[in-house]
């Protein structure tokens, strides 16, 4: 399971490196704005007005550093970022080679990294769920880099609804042991329907189906089929290939844990950490807080 993993997002990183990172750093990019709100900054002044104060920050599962610059860019000029990850550092220090305040290194989350030192800010978000043990990760995060009265804002996926669940771990089963671009041909045709599910934009009203995990309301046919059914991704900000790397990320590895608020909650309960924002949505859970 750990090797399909590594080698899911080594292959997604190396194979796309460039991926979303442009758009991530876009002001008023659909993607941008995704993390702005769901952290509660909102706004780009309202992510510098937050990291003002911060002087050390960890991107923990950088990926391809894509979030390390948005930090970089709206942290004080001073400051230090760090970025780790287990495939992809290389990738990452390749994409922000020059910028002066940051540094990446190769690492675990599931090993001892206190080496890398303290911070006042540790981000680790769509990470956690595909290590081995997500809680474990995130203790040793608290317990190795955390300052005191530092911040930790971290994403994990939820649980969805059933039938979803049920795709999307049979998708998964299928395609687990193909070669990349094996898998990716599965990926594209999922993306085809996507992008043509997509172009119909009329909502329609759907009462609850309770045995479903379907709550009432007005949707269009893509965020329908998207909740409840299949992960079917489409944003006519990325290219294809993009669009298709993205729908890779969520089949192709198989550590991908799905949680709930209250378990998240207990997370930080038992780690000393005072939740500070949380928001739970369709696709995941977002939470911060502060160590004791």
């Known amino acids: ?87 992809a550092a290389d990738v990452a220090a390749e994409n922000l080679h020059g910028i002066k305040n940051t540094s990446f290194y190769t690492k675990d989350l599931m090993e001892d990294n206190s080496d890398l030192g303290k911070f006042d800010f540790i981000y680790c978000q769509e990470v956690l769920h595909h290590t081995n043990n997500p809680f474990q990760s995130f203790s040793n995060l608290v317990k190795y880099n955390l300052s005191e009265k530092g911040t930790i804002a971290i994403y994990v996926y939820k649980k969805k609804a059933p039938v979803r669940e049920f795709t999307d771990d049979f998708i998964r089963d299928k395609i687990a042991n193909m070669p990349y671009e094996e898998v990716m041909k599965h990926c594209d045709q999922i993306t085809k329907f996507s992008k043509n599910i997509s172009e119909q934009k009329q909502e329609f009203y759907c009462p609850e189906i309770e045995l479903l995990g379907i709550p009432a309301g007005n949707y269009t046919p893509q965020r329908f089929i998207y909740h409840f059914f299949m992960k079917c991704f489409w944003s006519e900000e990325l290219k294809f290939e993009q669009n298709s790397a993205i729908n890779y990320d969520w089949y192709h590895p198989q550590n991908c844990t799905r949680h709930t608020i ?16 949380d928001l739970e949505d369709f696709y995941g859970i977002t939470m911060q807080g502060i160590k004791k």
Request: hydrophobic share 35%; proline share 1%.
């Open 1 to 87: 399971m750990e090797n399909n993993t590594a080698k899911s997002f080594h292959d997604k990183w190396h194979q796309n490196k460039d991926l979303a990172f442009q758009n991530t750093l876009k002001e008023g990019s659909d993607i941008q704005n995704w993390i702005l709100t769901r952290n509660g900054w909102n706004t780009l002044n309202g992510l510098k007005d937050f990291l003002n104060n911060k002087k050390t920050i960890l991107d923990a599962g950088c990926g391809n550093g894509r979030v390390t610059a948005l930090l970089s860019m709206n942290a004080p000029l001073d400051s230090k970022i760090t970025g780790i990850d287990l495939t």
């Open 262 to 277: 209250d378990e998240i909650k207990d997370w930080f309960t038992k780690n000393d950490v005072e939740i500070t924002h």
